[in-house]
Protein backbone atom coordinates (compact mmCIF):
# COMPACT_ATOMS: atom_id res chain seq x y z
CA UNK A 1 0.00 0.00 0.00
CA UNK A 2 1.10 3.53 -0.83
CA UNK A 3 1.71 6.40 1.32
CA UNK A 4 -0.39 8.83 0.36
CA UNK A 5 2.22 11.77 1.09
CA UNK A 6 6.37 11.41 1.19
CA UNK A 7 7.22 14.66 3.05
CA UNK A 8 10.28 15.81 2.11
CA UNK A 9 12.17 17.64 5.32
CA UNK A 10 10.68 17.23 8.98
CA UNK A 11 11.36 21.60 9.44
CA UNK A 12 8.49 23.36 10.86
CA UNK A 13 6.47 22.99 7.29
CA UNK A 14 6.83 19.44 6.95
CA UNK A 15 5.44 19.22 10.24
CA UNK A 16 2.49 21.38 10.23
CA UNK A 17 1.44 19.37 6.51
CA UNK A 18 1.92 15.95 8.21
CA UNK A 19 0.55 16.33 11.38
CA UNK A 20 -3.03 18.34 9.20
CA UNK A 21 -3.38 15.17 6.42
CA UNK A 22 -3.07 12.97 9.62
CA UNK A 23 -5.19 14.33 10.96
CA UNK A 24 -7.31 14.17 7.99
CA UNK A 25 -6.85 10.32 7.79
CA UNK A 26 -3.92 10.73 5.11
CA UNK A 27 -0.59 8.61 5.48
CA UNK A 28 2.40 10.28 5.40
CA UNK A 29 6.07 9.09 5.50
CA UNK A 30 8.70 12.01 6.71
CA UNK A 31 11.73 11.89 5.40
CA UNK A 32 14.59 14.46 6.83
CA UNK A 33 18.61 14.47 6.09
CA UNK A 34 19.52 15.07 9.00
CA UNK A 35 19.62 12.98 12.19
CA UNK A 36 16.56 15.04 13.61
CA UNK A 37 13.18 16.44 12.79
CA UNK A 38 12.52 20.24 13.42
CA UNK A 39 14.67 21.92 10.59
CA UNK A 40 16.18 24.81 11.95
CA UNK A 41 14.28 25.28 14.73
CA UNK A 42 15.48 22.23 16.65
CA UNK A 43 16.79 22.48 19.63
CA UNK A 44 19.89 20.58 21.22
CA UNK A 45 19.84 20.11 25.66
CA UNK A 46 23.41 21.50 26.83
CA UNK A 47 23.87 21.73 30.93
CA UNK A 48 19.54 21.69 31.13
CA UNK A 49 19.71 24.50 28.57
CA UNK A 50 17.91 24.56 25.49
CA UNK A 51 20.46 25.64 22.41
CA UNK A 52 19.02 26.91 19.68
CA UNK A 53 21.14 24.82 17.11
CA UNK A 54 20.85 26.72 14.08
CA UNK A 55 20.49 30.49 15.51
CA UNK A 56 18.12 32.18 17.80
CA UNK A 57 14.20 31.21 16.89
CA UNK A 58 11.94 33.51 18.74
CA UNK A 59 8.34 32.63 17.53
CA UNK A 60 5.86 35.75 17.43
CA UNK A 61 2.86 37.28 15.43
CA UNK A 62 -0.05 39.14 14.80
CA UNK A 63 -2.10 36.80 13.51
CA UNK A 64 -4.40 35.31 16.47
CA UNK A 65 -5.71 32.12 14.25
CA UNK A 66 -1.55 31.12 14.11
CA UNK A 67 -1.26 32.06 17.58
CA UNK A 68 -3.84 29.78 18.96
CA UNK A 69 -2.57 27.01 16.22
CA UNK A 70 0.65 26.69 17.44
CA UNK A 71 -0.25 26.94 21.56
CA UNK A 72 -2.52 23.45 20.99
CA UNK A 73 1.46 22.07 20.64
CA UNK A 74 3.36 24.11 23.40
CA UNK A 75 2.55 26.60 26.04
CA UNK A 76 4.14 29.87 25.45
CA UNK A 77 6.41 32.04 28.18
CA UNK A 78 6.07 35.59 28.25
CA UNK A 79 9.82 36.16 26.57
CA UNK A 80 9.88 39.42 25.04
CA UNK A 81 13.30 39.87 22.61
CA UNK A 82 15.17 42.82 23.01
CA UNK A 83 18.31 42.74 21.46
CA UNK A 84 21.62 44.90 22.36
CA UNK A 85 23.64 46.59 19.88
CA UNK A 86 27.44 46.53 20.46
CA UNK A 87 29.27 48.96 18.66
CA UNK A 88 33.10 48.62 19.31
CA UNK A 89 31.76 48.72 22.97
CA UNK A 90 28.97 51.44 23.08
CA UNK A 91 25.92 49.43 23.92
CA UNK A 92 22.88 50.68 22.24
CA UNK A 93 19.42 49.33 22.46
CA UNK A 94 17.48 47.47 19.48
CA UNK A 95 15.17 48.00 17.59
CA UNK A 96 15.59 51.83 16.66
CA UNK A 97 14.02 53.18 19.23
CA UNK A 98 14.14 56.21 21.97
CA UNK A 99 16.29 54.65 23.91
CA UNK A 100 19.27 54.15 21.09
CA UNK A 101 18.48 57.66 19.85
CA UNK A 102 19.33 58.92 23.44
CA UNK A 103 22.04 57.26 23.69
CA UNK A 104 23.37 58.27 20.70
CA UNK A 105 22.31 62.13 20.41
CA UNK A 106 21.50 62.93 23.99
CA UNK A 107 18.15 63.72 22.47
CA UNK A 108 14.94 63.31 25.56
CA UNK A 109 12.01 63.93 23.03
CA UNK A 110 10.91 62.33 19.94
CA UNK A 111 10.37 66.25 18.01
CA UNK A 112 14.19 65.79 18.70
CA UNK A 113 14.87 62.95 17.18
CA UNK A 114 12.50 63.05 14.35
CA UNK A 115 13.92 66.35 13.17
CA UNK A 116 17.94 64.72 13.33
CA UNK A 117 16.75 61.57 11.40
CA UNK A 118 14.83 64.33 8.77
CA UNK A 119 17.85 66.38 8.52
CA UNK A 120 20.67 63.49 8.03
CA UNK A 121 18.29 62.01 5.41
CA UNK A 122 17.92 65.19 2.99
CA UNK A 123 21.88 65.96 3.58
CA UNK A 124 22.28 62.00 2.01
CA UNK A 125 19.55 63.57 -0.63
CA UNK A 126 17.37 60.26 -0.49
CA UNK A 127 13.74 60.67 -1.71
CA UNK A 128 12.71 57.49 -3.36
CA UNK A 129 14.79 54.60 -1.34
CA UNK A 130 16.07 51.82 -4.23
CA UNK A 131 18.42 49.38 -1.76
CA UNK A 132 18.81 48.77 1.85
CA UNK A 133 21.36 51.15 2.33
CA UNK A 134 18.96 53.94 1.32
CA UNK A 135 16.36 52.93 2.55
CA UNK A 136 18.02 52.38 6.18
CA UNK A 137 19.04 56.33 6.07
CA UNK A 138 15.89 57.05 4.98
CA UNK A 139 14.35 55.99 7.88
CA UNK A 140 17.10 56.46 11.05
CA UNK A 141 19.46 58.76 9.48
CA UNK A 142 23.84 58.39 8.79
CA UNK A 143 24.49 58.01 12.07
CA UNK A 144 23.04 55.13 12.91
CA UNK A 145 23.23 53.78 9.53
CA UNK A 146 26.87 54.07 9.96
CA UNK A 147 27.19 52.69 13.36
CA UNK A 148 24.55 49.88 13.94
CA UNK A 149 23.94 48.91 10.59
CA UNK A 150 26.27 48.82 8.17
CA UNK A 151 28.84 46.80 9.45
CA UNK A 152 26.40 44.17 10.64
CA UNK A 153 24.07 44.02 7.15
CA UNK A 154 27.64 43.73 5.08
CA UNK A 155 28.87 40.87 7.42
CA UNK A 156 25.25 39.15 7.35
CA UNK A 157 24.81 39.25 3.91
CA UNK A 158 28.51 38.88 2.54
CA UNK A 159 27.48 42.05 -0.21
CA UNK A 160 27.25 45.90 -0.25
CA UNK A 161 23.82 47.23 1.19
CA UNK A 162 23.60 48.99 -2.16
CA UNK A 163 23.64 45.86 -3.73
CA UNK A 164 21.20 44.84 -0.92
CA UNK A 165 17.10 44.50 -1.68
CA UNK A 166 15.16 47.74 0.98
CA UNK A 167 12.75 44.79 2.35
CA UNK A 168 15.24 43.21 4.44
CA UNK A 169 15.60 46.75 6.95
CA UNK A 170 11.89 47.15 6.70
CA UNK A 171 11.90 44.29 8.99
CA UNK A 172 12.99 46.07 11.98
CA UNK A 173 10.66 48.54 13.72
CA UNK A 174 11.39 52.08 13.99
CA UNK A 175 10.07 53.69 17.21
CA UNK A 176 9.54 57.23 18.59
CA UNK A 177 8.78 55.45 22.11
CA UNK A 178 10.99 54.06 24.65
CA UNK A 179 10.22 50.77 23.91
CA UNK A 180 13.32 47.99 23.25
CA UNK A 181 10.45 45.45 21.70
CA UNK A 182 11.94 43.70 18.66
CA UNK A 183 8.72 42.58 17.25
CA UNK A 184 5.12 44.70 16.78
CA UNK A 185 3.37 41.78 17.00
CA UNK A 186 0.60 41.20 19.36
CA UNK A 187 1.72 37.87 20.21
CA UNK A 188 5.38 36.21 21.09
CA UNK A 189 7.28 34.05 23.61
CA UNK A 190 8.99 30.60 23.22
CA UNK A 191 7.45 27.11 23.74
CA UNK A 192 7.86 25.72 27.41
CA UNK A 193 9.94 22.91 26.96
CA UNK A 194 11.79 24.04 23.76
CA UNK A 195 10.77 23.91 20.18
CA UNK A 196 10.93 19.94 19.96
CA UNK A 197 7.93 19.70 21.80
CA UNK A 198 6.02 21.38 19.43
CA UNK A 199 7.36 19.08 16.41
CA UNK A 200 7.59 16.08 18.39
CA UNK A 201 3.41 16.32 18.77
CA UNK A 202 3.20 17.34 15.20
CA UNK A 203 4.62 14.07 14.49
CA UNK A 204 3.06 11.45 16.70
CA UNK A 205 1.88 9.04 14.60
CA UNK A 206 3.27 9.28 11.34
CA UNK A 207 6.31 7.31 9.74
CA UNK A 208 9.69 9.55 10.07
CA UNK A 209 12.96 8.31 9.00
CA UNK A 210 15.90 10.62 9.76
CA UNK A 211 19.17 10.78 8.13
CA UNK A 212 18.05 9.85 5.32
CA UNK A 213 18.67 12.45 2.06
CA UNK A 214 15.34 11.90 -0.67
CA UNK A 215 17.91 12.72 -3.64
CA UNK A 216 20.15 8.92 -2.75
CA UNK A 217 17.18 6.94 -2.78
CA UNK A 218 14.32 9.24 -5.00
CA UNK A 219 13.07 6.56 -7.37
CA UNK A 220 12.66 4.15 -4.66
CA UNK A 221 11.03 7.25 -2.42
CA UNK A 222 9.08 8.46 -4.74
CA UNK A 223 7.46 5.00 -5.66
CA UNK A 224 6.35 4.64 -2.02
CA UNK A 225 3.72 7.87 -2.24
CA UNK A 226 1.05 8.61 -4.11
CA UNK A 227 1.83 13.05 -3.74
CA UNK A 228 5.12 14.23 -2.45
CA UNK A 229 5.77 17.58 -0.42
CA UNK A 230 9.11 18.72 -1.38
CA UNK A 231 10.68 21.40 1.26
CA UNK A 232 14.22 21.42 0.35
CA UNK A 233 16.10 23.82 -2.12
CA UNK A 234 14.09 24.31 -5.27
CA UNK A 235 17.42 24.51 -7.26
CA UNK A 236 18.63 21.31 -5.80
CA UNK A 237 15.23 19.22 -6.96
CA UNK A 238 15.76 20.26 -10.52
CA UNK A 239 19.68 19.59 -10.40
CA UNK A 240 20.52 23.51 -10.56
CA UNK A 241 19.89 22.87 -14.55
CA UNK A 242 19.10 26.68 -14.59
CA UNK A 243 22.22 27.15 -12.44
CA UNK A 244 22.64 27.43 -8.18
CA UNK A 245 20.26 30.11 -6.93
CA UNK A 246 22.55 32.24 -3.68
CA UNK A 247 21.99 31.40 -0.04
CA UNK A 248 23.93 32.61 3.18
CA UNK A 249 25.13 30.37 5.65
CA UNK A 250 26.15 30.65 8.75
CA UNK A 251 28.87 28.62 10.66
CA UNK A 252 28.16 28.60 15.01
CA UNK A 253 30.96 28.46 17.99
CA UNK A 254 28.94 27.34 20.87
CA UNK A 255 30.86 27.03 24.23
CA UNK A 256 29.82 26.35 27.92
CA UNK A 257 30.92 29.16 30.02
CA UNK A 258 31.04 28.37 33.93
CA UNK A 259 29.75 31.58 34.90
CA UNK A 260 25.72 31.82 35.23
CA UNK A 261 25.09 34.92 33.35
CA UNK A 262 27.35 36.08 30.46
CA UNK A 263 25.77 38.91 28.68
CA UNK A 264 22.73 39.65 30.52
CA UNK A 265 20.54 39.63 27.54
CA UNK A 266 19.67 36.22 25.11
CA UNK A 267 21.38 38.36 21.89
CA UNK A 268 24.09 40.77 21.29
CA UNK A 269 24.75 42.08 17.95
CA UNK A 270 27.85 43.04 17.02
CA UNK A 271 27.79 45.68 14.74
CA UNK A 272 31.11 47.35 13.56
CA UNK A 273 32.71 45.09 10.73
CA UNK A 274 36.05 44.06 12.48
CA UNK A 275 34.10 41.41 14.75
CA UNK A 276 33.64 38.83 12.48
CA UNK A 277 30.17 37.26 14.10
CA UNK A 278 27.27 38.89 13.40
CA UNK A 279 25.71 38.09 17.61
CA UNK A 280 26.46 36.39 20.64
CA UNK A 281 23.18 34.18 21.82
CA UNK A 282 23.05 33.31 25.35
CA UNK A 283 20.63 30.80 25.43
CA UNK A 284 19.48 30.33 28.65
CA UNK A 285 17.97 33.74 28.91
CA UNK A 286 15.31 32.84 26.29
CA UNK A 287 13.75 31.03 29.09
CA UNK A 288 14.83 32.57 32.58
CA UNK A 289 17.26 30.35 33.32
CA UNK A 290 18.33 30.30 36.60
CA UNK A 291 21.24 26.91 35.79
CA UNK A 292 24.69 27.21 37.79
CA UNK A 293 26.47 27.57 33.94
CA UNK A 294 25.47 29.27 30.59
CA UNK A 295 25.97 28.18 27.50
CA UNK A 296 26.88 31.06 24.40
CA UNK A 297 26.84 30.53 20.45
CA UNK A 298 28.63 32.91 18.01
CA UNK A 299 26.78 33.11 14.66
CA UNK A 300 29.31 33.70 11.73
CA UNK A 301 28.25 34.45 8.39
CA UNK A 302 29.73 32.36 5.47
CA UNK A 303 28.81 32.06 2.18
CA UNK A 304 26.90 29.79 0.91
CA UNK A 305 28.48 26.46 -1.07
CA UNK A 306 27.33 23.04 -2.06
CA UNK A 307 26.84 20.70 1.35
CA UNK A 308 26.47 24.26 3.02
CA UNK A 309 23.14 24.80 5.35
CA UNK A 310 21.07 26.89 3.17
CA UNK A 311 20.07 29.35 6.25
CA UNK A 312 18.85 32.79 3.80
CA UNK A 313 17.96 32.83 0.46
CA UNK A 314 19.56 36.24 -1.46
CA UNK A 315 16.65 37.90 -2.10
CA UNK A 316 17.89 40.36 -4.60
CA UNK A 317 16.87 41.36 -8.65
CA UNK A 318 18.94 38.40 -10.33
CA UNK A 319 18.28 35.20 -7.48
CA UNK A 320 14.19 36.27 -7.71
CA UNK A 321 14.45 36.34 -11.72
CA UNK A 322 16.23 32.26 -11.47
CA UNK A 323 13.75 31.24 -8.82
CA UNK A 324 10.70 32.60 -10.72
CA UNK A 325 12.34 30.15 -13.60
CA UNK A 326 12.64 27.25 -10.71
CA UNK A 327 9.07 28.18 -9.99
CA UNK A 328 7.93 27.74 -13.67
CA UNK A 329 8.75 24.01 -13.69
CA UNK A 330 7.36 23.49 -10.27
CA UNK A 331 3.97 25.11 -11.43
CA UNK A 332 3.74 21.97 -13.95
CA UNK A 333 4.44 19.08 -11.62
CA UNK A 334 1.56 16.76 -11.23
CA UNK A 335 2.16 15.31 -8.25
CA UNK A 336 4.70 17.07 -6.00
CA UNK A 337 4.01 20.11 -3.92
CA UNK A 338 6.76 22.79 -3.01
CA UNK A 339 6.86 24.52 0.67
CA UNK A 340 8.68 26.31 3.19
CA UNK A 341 11.46 28.61 3.19
CA UNK A 342 14.02 26.41 0.74
CA UNK A 343 11.43 25.62 -2.19
CA UNK A 344 9.74 29.08 -1.75
CA UNK A 345 13.09 30.85 -1.30
CA UNK A 346 11.13 33.21 1.01
CA UNK A 347 12.80 35.11 4.33
CA UNK A 348 9.82 33.40 5.86
CA UNK A 349 9.38 33.28 9.85
CA UNK A 350 7.79 30.35 11.33
CA UNK A 351 4.09 32.08 11.54
CA UNK A 352 4.18 32.45 8.20
CA UNK A 353 5.37 29.33 7.80
CA UNK A 354 2.67 27.90 9.25
CA UNK A 355 0.24 29.37 7.55
CA UNK A 356 1.70 28.58 4.25
CA UNK A 357 1.53 24.79 5.52
CA UNK A 358 -2.50 25.50 6.34
CA UNK A 359 -2.92 26.82 2.67
CA UNK A 360 -1.43 24.16 1.34
CA UNK A 361 -3.06 21.60 3.12
CA UNK A 362 -6.51 23.83 1.95
CA UNK A 363 -5.72 23.59 -1.24
CA UNK A 364 -5.10 19.80 -1.01
CA UNK A 365 -7.75 19.19 0.40
CA UNK A 366 -9.82 20.52 -2.65
CA UNK A 367 -8.74 17.45 -4.60
CA UNK A 368 -10.47 15.14 -2.25
P1 LIG B 1 13.62 24.16 7.39
O1 LIG B 1 13.55 24.36 8.85
O2 LIG B 1 14.87 24.56 6.68
O3 LIG B 1 13.33 22.62 7.11
C1 LIG B 1 13.61 21.99 5.89
C2 LIG B 1 14.07 20.58 6.19
O4 LIG B 1 14.23 19.87 4.97
C3 LIG B 1 15.41 20.55 6.90
O5 LIG B 1 15.31 19.82 8.11
C4 LIG B 1 16.32 19.84 5.90
O6 LIG B 1 17.30 19.02 6.53
C5 LIG B 1 15.33 19.02 5.11
N1 LIG B 1 15.80 18.68 3.76
C6 LIG B 1 16.26 19.53 2.82
N2 LIG B 1 16.65 18.84 1.74
C7 LIG B 1 16.44 17.52 2.00
C8 LIG B 1 16.66 16.34 1.28
N3 LIG B 1 17.21 16.35 0.06
N4 LIG B 1 16.32 15.15 1.85
C9 LIG B 1 15.80 15.11 3.09
N5 LIG B 1 15.58 16.23 3.83
C10 LIG B 1 15.89 17.41 3.28
N6 LIG B 1 11.73 32.60 12.37
C11 LIG B 1 11.00 33.20 13.34
O7 LIG B 1 9.77 33.19 13.29
N7 LIG B 1 11.62 33.80 14.41
C12 LIG B 1 12.98 33.84 14.54
O8 LIG B 1 13.49 34.39 15.53
C13 LIG B 1 13.77 33.21 13.52
N8 LIG B 1 15.10 33.23 13.61
C14 LIG B 1 15.83 32.61 12.64
C15 LIG B 1 17.22 32.60 12.76
C16 LIG B 1 18.01 31.97 11.80
C17 LIG B 1 19.50 31.99 11.93
C18 LIG B 1 17.38 31.35 10.68
C19 LIG B 1 18.21 30.67 9.64
C20 LIG B 1 16.00 31.34 10.56
C21 LIG B 1 15.22 31.97 11.52
N9 LIG B 1 13.82 31.98 11.45
C22 LIG B 1 13.09 32.59 12.43
C23 LIG B 1 13.11 31.33 10.32
C24 LIG B 1 12.69 29.89 10.63
O9 LIG B 1 13.82 29.10 10.90
C25 LIG B 1 11.97 29.33 9.42
O10 LIG B 1 10.87 30.13 9.05
C26 LIG B 1 11.43 27.90 9.58
O11 LIG B 1 12.20 27.10 10.44
C27 LIG B 1 11.40 27.27 8.20
O12 LIG B 1 10.82 25.99 8.23
P2 LIG B 1 10.89 25.10 6.92
O13 LIG B 1 10.24 23.81 7.27
O14 LIG B 1 10.40 25.85 5.76
O15 LIG B 1 12.45 24.91 6.62
N1 LIG C 1 20.12 44.65 11.11
C1 LIG C 1 21.14 45.55 11.32
N2 LIG C 1 21.64 45.70 12.57
C2 LIG C 1 21.18 44.98 13.62
C3 LIG C 1 20.15 44.06 13.40
C4 LIG C 1 19.64 43.90 12.13
O1 LIG C 1 21.58 46.19 10.38
O2 LIG C 1 21.71 45.15 14.74
C5 LIG C 1 19.59 44.52 9.73
C6 LIG C 1 20.42 43.53 8.90
O3 LIG C 1 20.44 44.00 7.57
C7 LIG C 1 19.61 42.26 9.00
C8 LIG C 1 18.19 42.81 8.98
O4 LIG C 1 18.27 44.03 9.73
O5 LIG C 1 19.88 41.38 7.94
C9 LIG C 1 17.13 41.92 9.56
O6 LIG C 1 17.45 41.61 10.89
P1 LIG C 1 16.72 40.47 11.68
O7 LIG C 1 17.15 40.53 13.10
O8 LIG C 1 15.28 40.54 11.37
O9 LIG C 1 17.36 39.20 10.97
P2 LIG C 1 17.38 37.64 11.30
O10 LIG C 1 17.00 37.44 12.72
O11 LIG C 1 16.44 37.04 10.31
O12 LIG C 1 18.78 37.24 11.04
Not at 91 to 97: A, C, G, K, S, V
Not at 267 to 281: E, H, K, M, Q, S
Amino acid sequence: MKYDYLIVGAGLFGATFAYEMNKRGKKCLVIDKRKHAGGNIYCEQLNGINVHKYGAHIFHTDDKGIWDYVNQFAEFNRYTHSPIANYKGEIYNLPFNMNTFNKLWGVEKPEEARKIIERQRREAGIDNPGNLEEQAISLVGTDIYNKLIKGYTEKQWGRKAVELPAFIIKRLPVRFTYDNNYFNDRYQGIPVGGYNAIIEKMLEGVDTRLGANYFDHKDELDDMAVRILYTGMIDEFYEYRYGPLEYRSLRFETEVLEIDNYQGNSVVNYTDTDTPYTRIIEHKHFEFGTQSTTVITKEYPIEWKRGYEPYYPVNDDNNNELFSRYRRLADKEKNVLFGGRLADYKYYDMHHVIKKALQAVEKECCRY
